[in-house]
């Protein structure tokens, strides 16, 4: 028997056959414009700058926290609610005729979600090589586009609003942890029983009107506040004498007194 007769080589099933070669990519150093791998090393630098613009944004929230309005009366057909500055944007585009009435399924879904939609594919349309603005130009355009609509319709929507107004009508509810003293032997309790108390509530909390505990307001402010209203609040609800008007803004006064101590 001759060495090696009869024996049979198999291939190991492990290995892959045929062709590899025209399966291994290319070089990046081999396409113009680009010059790194998209993971990791490109995608954990938009990380990085994405986790350094989310802790700024945190630190700017606890530097300056959003003002709390007060409780939602629904008894108060006046007040109009508005959303978050960051949806602004959405609640202006509601007002023109072809997002409100029977359009309004398109204004609250429709446009955004096309909107949205088109910058969540621009990536995908405008798939050059090069990272210029000018070598991308259906990405760019998209953005700008999208960027000066929210920025215009953001302004649009904030521009004639009174601001200050509508603090002053819709301050925020004390916290519920704070002692609020009643004097009723004071000489001014009587007047707000008869005067304020059906809207301002038995401990000034406020029910149909803002509540008069932590206001930031002087005794000639209250007082002309009482006679000629201020907001939603008409005026002529106080009726008395100038000494009741006096005696009320005394004990409105005391009563804020003794929450600060």
Known sequence: MQ?????????????????????????YSEYPGRTEAFWPNFLLKEWLAGAVFLIGFLILTLAQPSPLGGLADP?????????DWYFLFLYELLKYEF???????LGMLGLPGIAFGALFLAPFLDNGPGR??????????????????????TY???????????????????????????DTEHPGYAVYETSCLACHGAELEGTAAPTLVGID???????DISVNGIGTMPPDQFTGSD??????????LSVNESVEE
């Open 99 to 105: 997002a409100s009435g029977n359009y309004i399924i």
């Open 217 to 223: 307001y002087s005794a000639e402010e209250i007082a």
């Open 156 to 182: 649009s929507s904030a521009a004639p609003v009174d601001w200050e107004g509508r603090a002053e009508m819709d301050p925020p509810v004390p916290p519920s942890d704070v002692q609020v003293e009643i």
């Open 243 to 252: 000494e009741e008007l006096e005696q009320l803004v005394d004990f409105i």
């Open 3 to 27: 060495r090696g007769k009869g024996m049979k080589f198999v291939g190991d099933s492990r290995i892959k056959q045929g062709p590899t070669a025209s399966r291994i990519p290319k070089d």
């Open 132 to 153: 210029r603005p000018q070598q991308r130009p259906i990405a760019v355009g998209m953005m700008l586009l999208a960027l000066v609509s929210v920025i215009w319709l």
């Open 75 to 83: 008894t108060n057909a006046s007040f109009i609610p508005l959303p």
